[in-house]
């Protein structure tokens, strides 16, 4: 009776804590960690930025003015001095491919190969560090870097004799095989091509360029050696070292049902150090219903029930689905990389089964058709709480903005896109669809939810990055200072919304995390100044200072 009523009375003096943040307790509730001394960004609409926050065990504890959680300190509290910096709850990466990602970190890097012959230098200099007959994977090349033209198989043939190659466009939706590749393949001009893929052909001679786009990239995909335990374990430990030292405490990853096994044995092995809502293809939806029977949802470190699949393809890959045809290449409009059939019933199937649905479109024809599709599986299935996502939802037409908000779905974007695609979109859809691209600000006016994210690999996991991205929309080739279509910026205050409390709706995580407040996860990110003082030009240059995941330090800056 008497610990039962010591815990009724502490109850009750922090139910109006947590009602209205206030930071009145009693001197039995010590703190493990308070922070003090700072700019506290909250994320709660309408509240003003506070000094300091308490953090008991997993949870936060209070928030407010350095006076008001003095009392939280005690014998056993860690104090970390602020100095004016600023302290955020943990920014939410929406959509990444995480554990490609840790591969890529020990891949060849093209991303910022300017010329044909560097691009082929980098491969070159990467396999003579490589047994031979091992494969080289990865690259994020972008051939706008140099032009346009797209490369091919013969810069390189001669420079990997004995490494086949398959190295992708940074948007992962066509790649570049070398001949040895391509003979592993055994892939040839006559080789069927599947729907929703292209093989691209040397118009000279009708033989492959060793260029492969969307579904064709499984000709030569399916004879890469598959990685073990071992490997994909090391690459989801660098991943998340990666994402920490970035303030990301949190990720969606779209994957594989090897990659969500893989993000098991990190939950069982204690070393998954932040959040992960893995979602799996969503052709497997029947697999995903008998999984869930068998081992629940998850926790609140590793979730699952989420489907991922896909419209079409991408504009740097000219796959995007779009209305008219490209401006550069007008004899396409794109393509579907699923078939529109099976998509749609897989998506009423998976939401009448209560999974979480995610699909990517990213021309102003995927989008419209998805939509749809989401209005018929709400009217068939009747009403709950869905929060449909679109991923990128980056060329859309007029009537697609009220439809977001009206249907309640989530564009779940990535603001760097916006900046590295606006060198070159022009020339691929024009003036008058280029002005209804990556249109954070007219999606919010329109009263649309937005989640950020970053597409990693095809983007950096880096939400300086991304913040300097919505906030300027300054192309990376300084082409634009004032902005590319600058009507679409969005607010400091939007941007890291999107990246907090929006990203923690999107996951279905939004009374845990993307605010702090008394009775939240601790999830929190410390920066070495206050983004209300910097220019916005400024953001990629501050530093990630520390990041804490559930109340424990899981990075911290040397020095």
């Known amino acids: 009776m008497r610990t039962l009523s010591r815990g009724l009375v502490v109850l009750l003096v922090l139910l109006p804590l947590l009602a209205l943040g206030a930071c009145e307790t009693p001197s039995s509730s010590e703190a493990h960690v308070v922070f003090r001394g700072g700019v506290v960004w909250t994320g709660v609409p309408g509240a003003e930025p506070a000094q300091a926050v308490a953090v008991r ?42 554990i490609p990602g840790g591969f890529q970190l020990s891949s060849v890097d093209l991303r910022d190969a300017a010329t044909p012959r560097e691009f082929a230098r980098r491969i070159q200099a990467f396999a003579a560090d490589l047994e031979p007959g091992s494969w080289i994977t990865g690259g994020d090349w972008d051939h706008e870097m140099w032009g346009g033209e797209l490369p091919r198989r013969e810069w390189i043939d001669s420079l990997t004799p004995d490494h086949p190659v398959f190295v ?21 001009a006559s080789t069927p091509v599947p ?36 490997e994909l374990d090391r690459a989801l430990d ?52 008998d999984f869930v029977a068998e081992h629940g949802w998850g926790d609140d470190w590793l979730w699952w029930g989420a489907l991922k699949g896909f419209v079409d393809g991408s504009l740097g890959s000219t796959t995007a ?102 060198r070159w979109a022009g020339k691929r859809i024009g003036p008058d669809r280029v002005g209804t691209s990556y249109a954070f600000r007219s999606l919010l006016d329109a009263g649309a939810s937005l989640a950020f994210g970053s597409d990693w690999t095809v983007a950096p996991m880096d939400v300086r990055k991304g913040l300097y991205a919505a906030l300027t929309r300054r192309t990376i080739d300084g082409a634009n200072p004032r902005g590319w279509v600058p009507e679409e910026k969005i607010t400091l205050d939007e941007a890291l919304a999107a990246y ?7 996951g279905f995580m939004e009374d845990k995390v993307g605010q ?44």
């Not at 949870?59 to 602020?82: D, H, K, M, Y």
């Not at 729907?195 to 004879?223: C, N, Q």
């Not at 550069?328 to 009423?348: C, F, I, K, Q, Y």
């Not at 907090?500 to 999107?506: E, L, N, S, W, Y």
């Open 168 to 188: 992708s466009r940074l948007d992962g939706h066509m790649a570049l095989a070398n001949s040895l590749a391509l003979e592993l393949g055994e892939v040839t």
């Open 500 to 506: 907090t409390r929006g990203g923690a709706r999107a």
């Open 321 to 422: 689905w779009f209305y008219d045809p490209y401006a550069d290449e007008p004899g396409t409009s794109g393509l579907l990389t699923t078939d529109t059939a099976s998509l749609r019933r897989w998506v009423l199937a998976g939401d009448s089964a209560g999974f979480r649905i995610i699909v990517h479109a990213i021309g102003d024809r995927a989008n419209d058709w998805i939509l749809d599709v989401y209005q018929e599986a709400m009217e068939r299935n009747g009403p709950r709480d869905r929060r449909f996502r679109i991923e990128h939802a980056q060329h859309l037409s007029p009537e697609a903005f009220p439809r977001f908000a009206g249907l309640e779905v989530i564009p779940s974007m990535q603001p760097y896109h916006a900046i590295d695609d606006g």
């Open 57 to 98: 065990d997993s949870a936060i504890l209070a928030v407010g003015s350095n006076q008001e959680v003095e009392p939280f300190v005690g014998s056993g509290t860690r104090v970390v001095e602020l100095e004016g910096r600023m302290l955020l709850p943990g920014f939410i990466d929406s959509h990444t491919h995480f």
């Open 195 to 230: 729907p929703g893929g292209e093989m691209v052909l040397d118009p000279a001679t009708g033989e492959p360029t060793g260029i492969l786009k969307d579904e064709a990239m499984g000709l030569v995909s399916r004879a890469i050696p598959p990685s073990t335990e071992e």
């Open 516 to 559: 702090l407040k008394p009775g939240m996860l601790a999830d929190l990110v410390v920066l070495s100044e206050n983004l209300y003082q910097v220019d916005a030009v400024d953001i990629p240059d501050i530093h990630v200072d520390l990041t804490m995941v559930g109340g424990e330090m899981a990075y911290r800056r040397e020095g």
């Open 238 to 289: 660098a991943a998340i070292h990666h994402a920490l030292s970035l303030g990301v405490t949190q990720t969606h990853h779209m994957g594989t049902w090897t990659d969500l096994e893989t993000f098991r044995r990190a939950r069982a092995d204690g070393r998954l150090k932040m959040r992960v809502q893995a979602a799996v293809p969503m052709a497997s939806w029947e697999r995903l219903q």
